[in-house]
């Protein structure tokens, strides 16, 4: 079973910028596709960006894209999202989530492992 643990959330400005991390541990980190959800206080979670194993293939949510940017360190069993120009409304708990076989995906269906979360907030 993977275990996976996030890491780096807070306190932001908007336009500021926060790092998450996520590191695995349990399984065969480097053949994972790895994805990044949030979930806003009275609303669904919902896809921010994926990539796969390789680090080749990379999707992001349009209301990310240019703003963040997800990266992966297969040494070091660990996903990163970098989140810039934050926005009040990126606050939410971000979760990462391994797909264990398959291609990179937005549908959190698709996900086998997911980790516990990191409060993100964004202060106008």
């Known amino acids: 079973q993977v275990q996976l643990v996030e890491s780096g959330g807070g306190l932001a400005q908007a336009g500021g910028s926060l790092r998450l991390s996520c590191a695995a541990s349990?399984?065969?980190?480097?053949?994972?596709?790895m994805g990044w959800f949030r979930q806003a206080p009275g609303k669904e979670r919902e896809f921010v960006a994926t990539i796969s194993w390789s680090g080749n293939t990379i999707y992001y949510a349009e209301s990310v894209k240019g703003r963040f940017t997800i990266s992966r360190d297969n040494a070091k069993n660990t996903v990163y999202l970098q989140m810039d120009s934050l926005k009040p409304e990126d606050t939410a708990v971000y979760c990462c989530a391994a797909r264990l076989a398959g291609l990179p995906t937005t549908s959190k269906e698709r996900y086998d492992s997911w980790g516990q979360g990191t409060q993100v907030s964004v202060a106008p």
């Open positions: 349990g399984g065969t980190f480097s053949s994972y596709a």
